[in-house]
Each structure stands twice: as structure tokens, then as C-alpha cells.
């Protein structure tokens, strides 16, 4: 009989818990329920689900949540084409922006056929490996190393190596995620509106001592400076810097004299051009170590 009013006891001891816990969880849920609009859910199924960061929030589901209180416009996301964007414009009621598409650009233009090699690098197939080791089995240490770190941190299929191992940027894909940015050693990707057509593709701080390494590099002659209107160009350290806050000034007169074609024009439609005074590289094959 005692044993039956001690199992009798603890029932209703439990019951008693569960339904007062069941009573302070019903409370709090009252208390601390935070409303979330439907919408979110809407705008984020019309969103990639790439979670890149390009559009300047951790991921979709942020964006989504930013579009809703009005703090980003649709057309920030740069994965979608401007017709989804235009879709979720239409469906929260808003404009969808007009944000100039932004891409990542590389400052070296040393592939194996121009810059020459110092040693011969066996390990890891790994740009990062390769710059722990001396900084790499290049002569121009500043130049890219052409292992393709960049290629494979693309989940956008935005970035491919070229014959040359040097990476190529498909501007049509490229969301300006900056993972390029982040993964290589040498700090050559940087992230530029479209509208940056004029571009010194090298970042060797050595001026015309670096022409012994590769045959395209800047070597600090100041002839773009000189031909470019004031302040566009300076040369700084040995090495051309474009200020791009004068970028309305940029024109293809300033590469025109460029000696070694480091000064390029990016064309939308004919690609990456060079001054007609610029080196012709008709070397296809790799310089010998």
C-alpha cells in the first residue's frame, strides 16, 4: 500500500511539473515572441541561395530581411539577372536600383610566356603552399603564381587559368564575392566597378629593374602620367597608380606610350587592349627556367 501512494505521489508530483512548466513556456512564448514578416520567406525563395556577400549582408536570408525594412534595393544583389530583381521590385512595391555592376580585377599580367621562373616549385598545387616557400618559384616574387587558389575558391565558375597560368575573370559571372580577394598571397585581386576600363595590370615595386623579370611589368616611366590628364595618374613607389575618383578623365590616351603594355584598357567588347607604342608579346610558350 506504501508503495502504491508513493507511485500515486510521484504522478502526481510530474504532472503537477509538466503542467507548470507547460504554463511558463506558454507565458514566455507570449511574452518573448518576436513577429516576422511573411514576406522575408517570399523574397528569399527569389533570391540565389548562394550566400555569396556580395550584396554587402552575410546571406540571403539577411538580404531578404534588409529588403523588407527598406535598407537595400534588389538590384544589390549581383547573382540575380536584373529580370528577378525587377520581381521582387514589383512584389515588396519598390525600385529595384541601378547599382553598377562591380568585378574582381587582377594586377599582374606575368603568365609563364613573359615573366621567368627562378627555381622549380614540387609540392602542394597550392598558390598559398607556393608562397611559404621563399615567396614562390617566381623571379617577380610580387607576380601571381598561377596555381589557381582563385579558380578553386570560385563557387560562381567566375574565374578559370588561361594557358599562360594566369586567372581569367568572366565579368558576366563574377558577383564581387571577394573570395578571390581573400585567398591570394600576393593581395592582386581587388574588387572595381565595370566602368574602370583603364587598368595597370602589375603591382612590382621595383620600377625598371623589374623588366629583368618579366617583360610586361610597369616599370615607373611616368609616360602615362605625363600623357594622362593631371592627377589621374601618379607614380608612386616606381609603380603607376590610377586614382579613380578622376575616372570620368580616363581615356586610352593615358596607355598609349605605355612601353611594356603594364597599362591596359579593359573593352567590354574587344577585351584587354594596349597602346599601339606598347611591346607585341608573340611568345606562345613557356620561358625556360
Known sequence: ????????????AM???????????????????????PRIDEVEEMLPH?????????????????????????????????????????????DAGDIEKRVARLACAGGTHVARMRSHYAGLNSCRAAAVVSGGPKSCVWGCLGLGDCEVVCDLDAIHMDKHGLPIVDDDKCTACEDCVDVCPKDLFSIHPVSHRLWVACKNPLGDEAETDCDVACTGCERCAKDSPEGLIDIRDKLAVIDYSKNSLASTVAMERCPTGAIVWLD?????????ESKRIVRTEALPL
Open 50 to 94: 548562394s550566400n555569396c556577400g556580395a550584396c554587402g549582408t552575410p546571406g540571403c536570408r539577411p538580404f531578404a530581411e534588409a529588403l523588407i525594412k527598406g535598407d537595400v534595393q534588389p538590384a544589390q544583389c549581383t547573382v540575380n539577372n536584373s529580370e528577378v530583381n525587377g520581381d521582387i521590385a514589383d512584389y515588396l512595391g519598390i
Open 268 to 276: 567590354d567588347k574587344r577585351g584587354t587592349l594596349k597602346g599601339r
Open 1 to 12: 500500500m506504501e508503495e502504491l501512494t508513493n507511485i500515486l505521489i510521484a504522478g502526481v
Open 15 to 37: 504532472t503537477t511539473l509538466g503542467i507548470s512548466l507547460s504554463v511558463v513556456l506558454s507565458i514566455a512564448n507570449r511574452k518573448l515572441w518576436v513577429y516576422e514578416d
